[in-house]
Structure formats: structure tokens, C-alpha cells
């Protein structure tokens, strides 16, 4: 097992957030969410950045197959999901490294992968 790193970055879909489950206002925008640790947490991103600019809605829910895409380079972020651009940040909060690339998923959730493909620039 690997030593945590102590700063990264972090993508993350919230498939009950989706647009197809009909989710209650503001839910509806927070499908996608960016944070980076340890500095720039997705509750201090909302509140310093109330216009939501760090998560976005997207046309995904539960119980489906999700195609996920990021292009990320320098401080840009691009997340896109079955197919279409959701969610482009030009300014993310922590210059991207070179080195590992995690896949998570929440306690309780059941989760699978497939086709994973990761193209160096």
C-alpha cells in the first residue's frame, strides 16, 4: 500500500445529483464537483465561490454506466461526462503533478470500471 499524498486534486460524480433523477434545486448543479486538498475543500469552494463554478450539473444518474473523461493540464481542468462537456475550470486551485492517479468510491456506494485509459500529453 502506497503513502496518501498530502495535497491532490479531486473529480467527483454524484450520479443522485444527475439531472435524469430530478434532484431538488441547487442538487441539480452539484453532480460534478472539483476540490483540491487540503487547502481548497468543496464547502470553502461554495462558500468563497457562491456562483458554483467548481461543480456543475450533468445528465447522469444511479444505476447506469457513466462515460467519464477529464482532460487536465497545468491549471485547467476539463470534466466531461457520457460524451459532453460539463464542467471546464481554467483556474484550478493546485498545479497538477506528475504521479498517481486514484480511483475512489464513497462508503456504501457499489461502484465498477471499465476501459480505463490514461493518455500522457
Known amino acids: 500500500m502506497s ?3 498530502r495535497a491532490f486534486e479531486s473529480v467527483y460524480l454524484r450520479p ?3 439531472r435524469k433523477t430530478n434532484p431538488p434545486s441547487r442538487r441539480d448543479k452539484r453532480a460534478i464537483q472539483y476540490f483540491a486538498y487540503p487547502d481548497w475543500k468543496f464547502d470553502r ?3 468563497e465561490y457562491p456562483d458554483g463554478r467548481y461543480e456543475s450539473g450533468a ?3 444511479d444505476d447506469e454506466w457513466i462515460t467519464l473523461k ?3 493540464d497545468d491549471t485547467r481542468v476539463r470534466v466531461s ?3 459532453k462537456e460539463e464542467l ?3 483556474d484550478s486551485k493546485a498545479a497538477p503533478e ?3 492517479i486514484g480511483l475512489w468510491v464513497g462508503r456504501g456506494t457499489e461502484a465498477y470500471f471499465a476501459n480505463l485509459r490514461i493518455t500522457p500529453r
Open 3 to 5: 503513502t496518501p499524498r
Open 16 to 18: 443522485l445529483n444527475g
Open 45 to 47: 469552494l461554495r462558500k
Open 59 to 61: 445528465d447522469i444518474a
Open 70 to 72: 477529464l482532460d487536465i
Open 81 to 83: 461526462t457520457n460524451g
Open 88 to 90: 471546464a475550470l481554467t
Open 98 to 100: 506528475a504521479g498517481a
